[in-house]
C-alpha cells in the first residue's frame, strides 16, 4: 500500500500540493487526473524521491520496485530488443554471473532464480511487447538511434513493461501511440499484475484501465473508487450538494443579518440581535472549487475557396524509391472531415506526409486549388520542431503578419 501523508510541496514560491491523507491499496489502477499546472507529474516525482517534501511523508513499502518511462533512450548501437530486455537488470546481471560463476552451489541458486523470473522467455515476451506498441518483427534488430523522438518513446515504454515494476507510473503514455497501440496498451494494463498509476488525459483508457481516480484539485488530493465516468458522476453529484448547501446558508446569513440589522440597537431585542450575531460569526464559508479561467483564443477562419480542395488520380508514393501507397485515387472537398484508419505500415501517415508535401508524388497527378493552405501536424511533432525556439518563436514564424498581442 502507498501511503500519502498530509504532504506539503512548493515550487518558485507557490504551493502546489497541501494535502491530506490518501492510501493506495497494492494492485490498484489509479488515473491521476487533473488540470494542466495542478501537480502530477510532480507527485510522480515525489513519489520516485527526485524531488524533496517541505513536510509530510510519502510511503512506498521497501524494496518496491518502480518504473516509469524514460524521457528518452540514448541514442546507442544496441539494437531495439537488446535495449528491451537490458531493462530487466536482474536478469542481465543473472546471466552475467552465470556465464563466469565456479561454485555449483551459486550456480543452482542463479539457475533456480532465472527460472523464477521466466528468464528463458524473455525475448517472446519482449517481443510480444514491441509488437503491441507497432513494431515490426524486423525493427527488433535495428539499433535504436535509427528511429525517431517519438518511436524512441515507444521503446521506453516498452522497457518499462518488460520490466513489470511493482509500482508501474506511466505520465500520458498514449501520446506516441496510434489507436492500435493505445487499444494494446488499454488490454496489457487491464491484466497487469501490480499497481499502476497513470496521468492521462484519454478518458477512454482512464474508463478501461482503472479501478479508482486520485483527483488533484485546489492543491489537494481526494480519491474516488471506480473509473473516470463514475468518478465524473461522483464529483458532480458532490459539486451539486455543495452549491445547493451554499444556497441554503446564503438563505440562512441573509435572514440572521436580517434580523441583526433591524433589532440590534433595540433593547428589548437587543439580546436577540446579539445571538444572532454570534451564529452569524459561526457559520462557516462554503466555498466550491477555484475553476481556473479559461482564455478566449480566436482561431482564424480559412477562405472559402472551391471544390475539390485536393485531387489525386492514379497517385503511387513512398521513400527513397520504395513504393508504399499505388494505385491511389482520392479527392477531398471544402468541409469535409476525413479520418485516417488501417493497420501499422499500411501507409498512414505516408499519405499526410504526401497530402502536405513533405514527401513527392512518384506517379499518376496531384492537384490542389491555387490558394489552399496546408497545416500538418507530424505523429512525431518533436521532430518537427526546431529545438532552440520557444513557443512563441513558433507561433510567430505560422503567422508572421499579426501582432505581439495578437
Do not use: D, N, Q, V
Given at each position: 500500500m502507498i501511503k500519502i501523508e498530509k504532504i506539503?510541496?512548493?515550487i518558485g514560491g507557490r504551493k502546489l500540493l497541501d494535502t491530506g491523507n490518501i492510501s493506495i491499496?497494492?494492485?490498484?489502477k489509479v488515473g491521476i487526473v487533473g488540470r494542466n499546472g495542478t501537480g502530477k507529474t510532480t507527485l510522480f516525482d515525489l513519489i520516485k524521491g527526485n524531488r524533496e517534501l517541505e513536510s509530510g511523508k510519502i510511503y512506498v513499502p521497501r524494496n518496491t520496485k518502480i518504473g516509469d518511462v524514460q524521457q528518452e533512450v540514448s541514442e546507442n548501437n544496441l539494437s531495439v530488443l537488446e535495449t528491451i530486455l537490458a531493462a530487466d537488470e536482474e536478469r542481465e546481471t543473472l546471466l552475467k554471473q552465470s556465464s563466469t560463476e565456479q561454485d555449483p552451489n551459486r550456480i543452482a541458486e542463479i539457475q533456480m532464480r532465472l527460472e523464477d523470473i521466466d528468464a528463458w522467455s524473455a525475448e517472446a515476451r519482449a517481443s510480444t511487447i514491441l509488437k503491441g506498441l507497432g513494431f515490426d518483427e524486423k525493427d527488433n534488430n535495428l539499433p535504436c538511434k535509427?528511429?525517431?523522438?517519438?518511436?524512441?518513446?515507444?521503446i521506453s515504454l516498452a522497457a518499462v513493461l518488460f520490466n513489470q515494476p511493482d509500482l508501474l507510473l506511466l505520465d500520458e503514455p498514449t501520446n506516441y501511440l496510434d489507436l492500435e497501440g493505445t487499444i494494446w496498451l488499454q488490454n496489457y494494463l487491464i491484466t497487469y499484475p501490480h499497481t499502476v498509476l497513470i496521468i492521462s488525459h484519454d478518458r477512454d483508457l482512464l474508463n478501461n484501465c482503472v479501478n479508482s481516480i486520485l483527483h488533484l484539485e485546489d492543491k489537494n488530493l481526494n480519491f474516488y473508487s471506480g473509473n473516470y465516468e463514475k468518478f465524473a458522476e461522483t464529483r458532480l453529484a458532490k459539486l451539486e450538494s455543495k452549491?445547493?448547501?451554499i444556497k441554503k446558508q446564503d438563505k440562512t446569513r441573509e435572514h440572521l443579518q436580517s434580523f441583526v440589522d433591524r433589532f440590534r440597537y433595540k433593547a428589548k431585542k437587543a439580546k436577540q440581535a446579539q445571538s444572532r450575531l454570534k451564529a452569524l460569526s459561526r457559520l462557516k464559508?462554503?466555498?466550491?472549487?477555484?475553476e481556473k479561467a479559461l482564455r478566449k483564443i480566436s482561431f482564424?477562419?480559412?477562405?472559402?475557396l472551391p471544390s475539390p480542395l485536393i485531387s489525386i488520380e492514379d497517385g503511387s508514393t513512398g521513400y527513397e524509391n520504395k513504393t508504399i501507397l499505388s494505385k491511389l485515387n482520392l479527392r477531398i472537398d471544402h468541409d469535409e472531415k476525413?479520418?485516417?484508419?488501417?493497420?501499422n505500415g499500411e501507409g498512414k501517415s505516408t499519405l499526410s506526409k504526401l497530402l502536405a508535401e513533405k514527401i513527392p508524388l512518384f506517379s499518376g497527378s496531384i492537384v490542389k486549388s491555387p490558394k489552399l493552405r496546408i497545416g500538418y501536424f507530424s505523429q512525431h511533432q518533436t521532430d518537427e520542431l526546431r529545438k532552440n525556439e520557444t513557443p512563441f518563436d513558433h507561433i510567430s514564424r505560422a503567422r508572421p503578419t499579426k501582432s505581439v498581442a495578437e
Open positions: 506539503s510541496f512548493s491499496p497494492t494492485g490498484h535509427s528511429f525517431s523522438g517519438g518511436w524512441r518513446m515507444r452549491l445547493s448547501e464559508t462554503i466555498t466550491l472549487p477555484k482564424p477562419s480559412p477562405e472559402e476525413i479520418a485516417l484508419l488501417g493497420k
